[in-house]
Structure formats: structure tokens, C-alpha cells
């Protein structure tokens, strides 16, 4: 038997990509287990090591195979990340009730969906000619693991910001492949769409438990770092059936909708900011 803990820190030490996806060949302990250790950021070898910022193909190019494989590029680039995340995020789960073992598996269970993500896409660029490594992959959504204080503040950044927009990612991106012929790219990112319903309600079910007499909407802004806005739960379109498949209720639904976010303009039609990553849409 090996330890989650012990497995979530080879995922981050491992440097290859095929140690970022390895699968234990073991059943897995999910108590408590101490681990002795300092992550500033993940270990990653000189082929897939963060570095710059990928161009995300505007939409009229995605016609084209080769801006196609780039756009799948980008999209492993985040499932790699997710995989990494939710490993740390794992170690980071000191107390040994009962929850978080019941946590840490839930958690383990998404990690492998990201792998099976990870793997879906690697192996459809590379039929499209390209390797997971070719364009530069950047390192945002590692940054965001300062904030993974509590499990809390884990999913409201994770499930309800980051994995929300996906929703809304993954399913127009789906379509658009599909409008351009390409059936096969199209079907991955369909799994990825119902898969990351899944993920969201896993994070929906855990506020709903810590939210009391709050709304959920007003919990998970108050969860919300400031640096990161809700602007960043949406993505190029707005998917109500997934949000409520998630369990998302819909006063919540309904305020995401209509939020602008007042300080910056990571609005829908340009995701593009200075420092991290960019969905552009024209
Ligand atoms: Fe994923
Ligand atoms: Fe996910």
C-alpha cells in the first residue's frame, strides 16, 4: 500500500511527463502522513518546463489543424497544472479526521480525470504533429497555490473559478471543432465538459456544507483571493446547464452571469492581461 501523500509528491518531483501521469500500482492509504517537504514549483524537465506565454489561436484559425494542435497545447498546458495543483493541494491536508481522508480521495479521483485530460489531448496533438512541450507553457494557475489555504479557499479558486470557466471553455470549443470537421478533438473535450461537471459540483457540495446562513455567492467571494477575480469563472460563453448539472443554484447562477468585474477587464471578449494566460476569442 503507498500513501497519497507519498504519491501526490512523486507527481511533483517526477519531471517527465510521464511522471506527471503515473498511476499507482498499488491500492492507495488515504490517512494522514507527515511528509517533510519544500515546493516552490513543481519539477518539470527541459521539455515541458514553464517558460513565456503561448499565443492562443484567434477563432477563424482553428480551421487549420496545426492552430488546432497549438489551441489543444494550451489546453493540456492547464490539465498538466490541474494535476499539479491538486497534488499539492493534497499535502496540503495536515489533520487525519475522517473528512479529509474522505477529501483526499475525492481529490485523488479528479487528478486522475486531469490525467486521463493530460493524455486525451498529448495523444491527439501528436497525431496532429506536435509534442506536449513545442510551445512555451506558463506557470498562472501554479501561482494560485499560495492561496490554497484551506480547502475552502481551494475549491472556490479551483472548482468555482477555474474549473467553471472550463465548463464554459471546454463546451464551445467542443462545438467549434465539430463545425470545422474535426470529430475526434471535438469528442476529448466533450469528456472534459462532462467530466468537469462532475469537478465543479465536488467543489459546489463542499461550500454548500461551509457556507451557513451565507449565499453561496457571497461565500465564495469572500473565499476569493483579491488578486483574482470571479471575471476569471466564465469563460467565451455562459453555460447554465452545466452550472446547474453542478449543482450550482440559481441565484448563484444568475449573479455570475451579470457580474462585471469593476477593476480589471478580463470581460469575455479579451481574456488577455499581462502576466498570465490568454483565451482570445476574435
Ligand atoms: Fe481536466
Ligand atoms: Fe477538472
Known sequence: ???????????LKGTSLSQ???RPDQDLDFSAKDLFFTINKPARSEKIKFGGQAKFPHQSALRLSSERARAIHFFANHELLAIEMMAYFILTLKESTLDNQILRRRVYETLRDEQKHLELYVSRINSLGVEFGDFPLNDFLWRQTVFFTDPQKYFAIMALTFECANLDFSKYYS???????????????EIV????????ALGVSYLEKGRNNLALWDYYRQLLPDRLGPARSKGNQFDEYARSKAGLDKQFIETQ????DPYKTINRKSWKTKDDDIYSKS
Open 20 to 22: 506527471k501521469l503515473l
Open 257 to 260: 452571469k451579470l457580474f462585471v
Open 193 to 200: 465538459y462532462n467530466d468537469e461537471i462532475a469537478h465543479v
Open 1 to 11: 500500500m503507498i500513501n497519497i501523500n507519498e504519491f501526490a509528491l512523486e507527481i
Open 175 to 189: 462545438e467549434l471543432f465539430l463545425n470545422y470537421g474535426d470529430q475526434e478533438s471535438s469528442k476529448i473535450l
